[in-house]
Nanobody, 124 residues
């Protein structure tokens, strides 16, 4: 079992920045691909970014809609994964979820564990 707890959401104006954090507990954190997804009411959960540890490096993946604006990072010594969001737009408004999966890609169903979500609202 892996428990995930997100924090850092809030209200920000267009062009502003927010940093989301996710703390994991339970199994070996570095074994998991860590991802961020977002969801708005009435729509499917959407892939945002993910990072996989591949010794000695890592593989990072971003959705086209956030590439160049968002940065995912992880600290395996603190079991945390973060999402730095810059140049925020109203269309970034959503509930953001942290997720962990052993062999996960961009599909939500490929992830085994989820946090409770944190609301991000970008005002125009």
């Amino acid at each position: 079992q892996v428990q995930l707890v997100e924090s850092g959401g809030g209200l920000v104006q267009t062009g502003g920045s927010l940093r989301l954090s996710c703390v994991a507990s339970g199994r070996t954190f570095s074994d998991y691909r860590m991802g961020w997804f977002r969801q708005v009411p009435g729509k499917e959960r959407e892939f945002v970014a993910a990072k996989t540890i591949t010794w000695p490096g890592s593989i990072t993946d971003y959705a086209d809609s956030v590439k160049g604006r968002f940065t995912i990072s992880r600290d395996n010594t603190k079991n945390t994964v973060s999402l730095q969001m810059n140049s925020l737009k109203p269309e970034d408004t959503a509930v953001y979820y942290c997720a962990a999966g052993r062999t996960a890609g961009r599909k939500a169903r490929e992830y085994d564990y989820w946090g409770q979500g944190t609301q991000v609202t970008v005002s125009s």
